[in-house]
């Protein structure tokens, strides 16, 4: 039975009998982390704090015949992994455009400037790939594996090419590095081949042109947002669960539509009654009080 993720209105508080689903923004929530783990343990006692990748799968432990705490996860990496690799993908985008400029950048100054311009986008790329490897694991299937694998093995041998060319600095370096800048521009072509295999596997067909990275993880990002409400109904734990505020905000606008299997919870006409929803703003509201 699907029923609409809408949540009813309550007002911003945790609550201590329930799941408190809150939203982050995860470089902001990374600088107070400790703050937040101390806040929680305040109020529900330890190891009730999850990050979004943390918390526990009840139903595949008890499924699997484990005992309680399980090291099943609910945030599936079949999931997670296309989702991180695909934000980490959007980023080359920029990054070719600006080393396509390169060629036509001429010598001195506007080159000089080109060059760097590819430098700040290679190290926000970089960054992008370290943010989404918090907490990595396997992903479930092989096949999802080996097309992020693949894809990860073709980034690297992009960005490791224009990088020994930037160490060059012998006589005639710079036809070198307009070369190697070239490439990487071209590179979006393989980029672009990696996001169609990585999509295939989710059964999504990405629209032509610019911006596949944007696309595939944004509809990955729906499916997750999908994946955290059934999290939240087959393990009502209370605590504190942390995920990006875009999920909290899927789910409080009712974007995502979930299955409900709790029967109670379907009669009542409130699929959430197990979970409480909070923005990232409401949340920090919630800790300077």
């Not at 070369?179 to 032509?208: H, N, P, W, Y």
Request: proline fraction near 6%.
């Amino acid at each position: 039975m699907s029923v609409d993720a809408a949540v009813p209105t309550r007002p911003p508080a945790i609550l201590k009998d329930r799941l408190n689903v809150v939203g982050e923004r995860h470089t902001e929530s990374d600088l107070r982390r400790e703050a937040e783990r101390a806040y929680t343990t305040k109020i529900f006692g330890p190891d009730r704090y999850w990050q979004e990748y943390e918390f526990p799968d009840r139903l595949a432990a008890s499924q699997q015949g484990q005992q309680w705490p399980t090291k099943e996860l609910a945030d599936f990496m079949d999931l997670r992994a296309p989702f991180g690799t695909a934000f980490a993908l959007s980023f080359y985008e920029p990054l070719a455009r600006t080393a396509a400029a390169a060629p036509k950048a001429g010598v001195g100054s506007p080159l000089n400037a080109v060059l760097a311009d590819i430098e700040t986008k290679l190290a926000d790329l970089e960054a992008a790939r370290k943010r989404t490897r918090s907490g990595w694991r396997n992903p479930e299937t092989s096949v999802v594996q080996k097309a992020v694998d693949l894809t990860s093995a073709r980034l690297d041998a992009l960005l490791n090419g224009y990088r020994t060319a930037a160490k060059d600095q012998t006589p005639g370096w710079i036809p070198r590095r307009i070369q190697a800048a070239e490439k990487l521009a071209l590179g979006q072509a393989v980029i672009d081949q990696c996001l169609d295999s990585l999509a295939a596997e989710e059964k999504i067909t990405l629209a032509a042109g610019p911006g596949k990275g944007t696309q595939l993880w944004n509809l990955v990002s729906d499916r997750r947002s999908l994946m955290m409400v059934a999290a939240t109904q087959l393990s009502p734990i209370p605590g504190i669960w942390k995920i990006g505020d875009r999920h909290v905000q899927d789910i409080l606008t009712g974007k995502v539509k979930a299955r409900v299997t709790n029967r109670a919870a379907a009669r009542s006409g409130e699929p959430h009654a197990q979970a409480n929803y909070i923005t990232h703003d409401q949340f920090t509201e919630i800790l300077k009080h």
